[in-house]
């Protein structure tokens, strides 16, 4: 069968479900057939929402029974027992129940999880605790119902992977792999192993060939890899001695097998995403930022329902009732309760929590001066234009400041209105100096304005490096650089995420210098057009 996305998903999912020792599968895909056909196997587990409580997960004080029989009744959770289950929008489970989940798959090797993954951008994904203890992850964007023609799922009973015998060169060269693929974890290879003994089982083998390894490989270690791996020139064998057969070991294999590690590594560098090292760099420069969606704040009128806590009411907090009663029965007996009514203590008072996530702003700061002025202002017209056409699906407002001249203007404030930005773009002009320092005092100030309105900004720059006007309008080059690195750091201090664009012909030293003063990414772009514009802020903001 040809190697697609939907045959490795139904292999991995048939793994787990024989081998609960592997964890689990992440399948990242939006909800529709494809999903539906290859989960149908997993239809009959429970399934769990990431609002889900720890006593429905994990049991806890049965509160009807407890009230009603005046002694604690307990209750055994959706993971009491052994067995996989389903976890929904796992993109959106918070660290705190994430924790918590990998510490029940470490507690019992019998539980497995099949996390569906509808993230929209690499921020949006089943948070790293538990994904790391999940075998395999299988990305299903591009999978179509015709891949799934043929596929097999009648494979045979529970997986005995300790029944396979490998060969004793396996171990040493999967753990060889992951290091050069830069895997620092050790269930990387431990996964690939047992992967592979279970792929082997399922053909019907006694011992783990080549073939089930590369397959193991591909399953388990592309998602993991943080660099793409190099070739190295194998060293010429040396002549074995003359009485080396009789030191061979019982389990090193069939004479002539030899382990590929070439061929394994072009099967696995076939399946790592092309721009691997950008997705992890912008990941790593705005890791802690919260760029990838607006700011999350602690609410208790409305947003997305958090865990409640013991608390007070008052200022607008509302008790709930449910988790207070909860809090309150273990005690009842001891509280001397007499009637139906339990005796409820200022400890029991449990308040709701809610999550808001504000609204976004991205703002683009444009150089529109100099003699390619016009060709960087059509790249930003139209990343602007592709931005907001997506804005529907998030939070997003855009804003555009262009700095040319002597200062910098605010051409578009913060709107969601494609047609007013496309009216405002249509006669942005360009040409004069490079007043770098008036553009960031300029999304300084916009900044500023957004977070009084509770909004989320970030600052997307897109220059050459060139500032040759200071902030006073005075044609000085040594003035102007000083003025844009006093401007960025006062903009680092603000907090504000911010991006860097280099569109110059060559990448410009002071700008990358620039960059790390406001803490940002730096992306040396030299040629884009509007596409590669919005995908690169698409990118590293995790739009």
């Not at 808001?356 to 002025?373: E, P």
């Not at 059509?378 to 001249?405: Q, S």
Request: net charge neutral; proline share 8%.
């Amino acid at each position: 069968m040809p190697d697609t996305a939907a045959t490795r998903a139904a292999l991995a999912l048939a793994l787990v479900r024989r081998d609960p020792a592997l964890g689990g599968v992440v399948l990242r895909a939006r909800s529709g057939p494809v999903r539906d056909a290859l989960t149908a196997p997993a239809a009959g587990l429970p399934r769990l929402h990431p609002q889900t409580e720890d006593e429905a997960l994990f049991g806890g004080v049965d509160l009807t029974a407890t009230l009603a029989a005046g002694r604690i009744a307990r209750r055994a959770g959706l993971l009491g027992q052994p067995g996989g289950a389903v976890l929904t929008m796992a993109e959106r489970i918070a660290p705190g129940l994430a924790g918590r989940l990998a510490a029940s798959l470490d507690a019992d090797p019998g539980q497995w999880f099949l996390a569906l993954d509808e993230g929209a951008s690499e921020d949006e994904t089943c948070p790293a605790p538990l994904a790391e203890r999940l075998a395999f992850r299988i990305d299903l964007t591009d999978a179509r119902m015709a891949d799934l023609a043929g596929l097999r799922t009648d494979w045979p009973g529970a997986v005995d992977a300790a029944s396979v015998r490998l060969p004793a060169d396996m171990a040493e060269a999967v753990a060889g792999l992951t290091v050069r693929l830069g895997i620092g974890s050790a269930r990387a290879a431990a996964f690939t192993l047992r992967a592979a003994r279970g792929i082997a089982a399922l053909r019907g083998g006694a011992v783990v060939e080549a073939a089930d390894l590369e397959t193991a490989a591909a399953l388990v270690l592309p998602h993991r890899a943080t660099r793409f791996p190099e070739s190295e020139a194998e060293p010429e064998p040396e002549p074995p001695p003359e009485d080396a057969a009789e030191d061979v070991p019982e389990d090193a294999g069939t004479p002539g097998e030899a382990l590929p590690a070439e061929m394994l590594l072009e099967a696995i560098a076939a399946l790592i995403p092309p721009d691997l090292l950008d997705r992890l760099a912008a990941r790593k420069a705005r890791t802690g930022t919260g760029a990838g969606t607006g700011a999350r704040r602690k609410g208790n009128r409305r947003g997305r329902p958090l865990p409640s806590r013991p608390g007070r009411p008052g200022n607008g907090a509302r008790v709930d009732i449910i988790a207070t009663l909860r809090a309150a029965a273990p005690w009842q007996s001891l509280r001397g309760r007499a009637g139906p009514r339990p005796v409820i203590r200022r400890a029991d008072l449990h308040v709701r929590r809610f999550q808001v996530c504000s609204d976004r702003l991205l703002i683009f700061v444009v150089d529109a001066s100099g003699s390619a002025a016009l060709a960087r202002l059509a790249e930003a017209k139209g990343a602007v234009e592709i931005l907001l056409a997506e804005a529907y699906a998030r939070r997003d407002h855009v804003a555009l400041i262009a700095f040319r001249g002597a200062g910098a203007e605010t051409l578009l404030p913060p709107t969601r209105s494609l047609v007013q930005t496309k009216r405002r773009l249509a006669a942005l002009p360009g040409g004069g100096g490079t007043p770098l320092a008036a553009g960031l005092r300029a999304a300084l100030a916009e900044v500023d304005h957004a977070r009084r309105h509770g909004m989320t900004p970030t600052v997307c720059l897109l220059t050459d490096g060139r500032a040759n006007v200071a902030l006073d309008g005075s044609p000085d080059r040594a003035a102007a650089a000083e003025d844009a690195r006093s401007m960025a750091r006062l903009l680092a201090g603000a907090g504000a995420d911010a991006l860097v664009i280099d569109t110059g012909r060559r990448p410009e030293p002071a700008l990358a210098e620039l960059a790390a003063l406001l803490a940002a990414p730096y992306l040396p772009m030299p040629r884009a057009d509007a596409e590669r514009v919005s995908a690169a802020v698409a990118s590293a903001l995790g739009s």
